[in-house]
């Protein structure tokens, strides 16, 4: 399937933002930019995906990280219909589908229930893609995943809290580095910490957009999810016990 997500866009120059320098920074210029908004509305439960890929410069410079001002005022000035829809099938949170312009699944993301005793393990599985499923682990506002033999892992800023960092573990562990050399892929950036719309840039050369956008969105829908399913497994073990 060809769309504007799986079609590498060409690298451009960044023009500076006037504003206080980012502190992290991408290796190289990012190829994909998608503007990530979630509705509050109770009714519907669907985070909407804008490309903003062709406008690299304008959302994202080295000195200053992600623009979330630039990104949702091209939105603005440009309607267009997003590109993926995500959806939460439940009120849990155990099950994830995204959806492409046309309505068509592409991908989905599950923490089953059964699981949650395990550590939330989480299973990813990719309608057109060579790589049929990817497995990972979630606990509060962290995520780790393997493709094929490649882990990588989302975390909290820890200089900014609303951002959430994608790195990519490119070398053993070490006993400075005891998760591994970290190269730092993706950035997620939103408003405020434990918001679950922003401003994300990707390298797709270090990881495929659509499952960088999957582990993301269903990452920041995940703390509430966990505690949901945290009280359920605690009513059921209870349940258990009682009878």
């Known amino acids: 399937m060809a769309d504007s997500a799986t ?25 994909h930019a998608y503007l990530i908004t979630h509705t509050q509305k109770a009714a519907k439960r669907d985070t909407e995906i804008h490309d ?24 603005a000035s440009n309607p267009t219909p997003p590109v993926y829809t995500l ?20 991908a989905e993301w599950k923490n089953p229930i ?6 939330h393990r989480i299973q990813m599985r990719f309608m057109d893609r060579e790589h049929k499923g990817v497995e990972g682990h979630l606990e509060g506002w962290s995520e780790s995943f393997t493709n094929e033999t490649t882990k990588y892992m989302w975390e909290m800023d820890p200089v900014k809290e609303e951002q959430q960092i994608l790195f990519k573990i490119a070398g053993p562990p070490t006993p400075k580095a005891p998760d ?9 950036a939103a408003e405020k910490s434990h918001v679950p719309s922003g401003l994300l840039v990707l390298n797709q050369g270090e990881i ?4 960088c956008l999957l582990t993301l969105c269903a990452l920041l829908d995940a703390p509430k999810s966990q505690r949901r399913l945290d009280r359920v497994a605690e009513f059921m073990i209870s349940a258990v016990i009682g009878l």
């Open 114 to 119: 059964a699981s949650v005793h395990l550590g």
């Open 87 to 106: 959806h939460k099938d439940n009120l849990l949170g155990t099950h994830f589908t995204l959806r492409d312009g046309e309505g068509t699944e592409v």
């Open 208 to 211: 495929d957009p659509l499952l």
């Open 180 to 188: 591994g050399e970290k190269l730092l892929v993706a950035i997620f």
């Open 52 to 75: 903003l890929s062709s406008q690299i410069s304008a959302v994202y410079s080295a000195s200053a990280g992600p623009s979330l001002s630039d990104a949702t005022s091209q939105v």
């Open 7 to 31: 079609s590498a866009a060409s690298p451009t120059t960044a023009t500076p933002h006037p504003t206080t320098r980012h502190p992290h920074t991408l290796p190289q210029t990012p190829t």
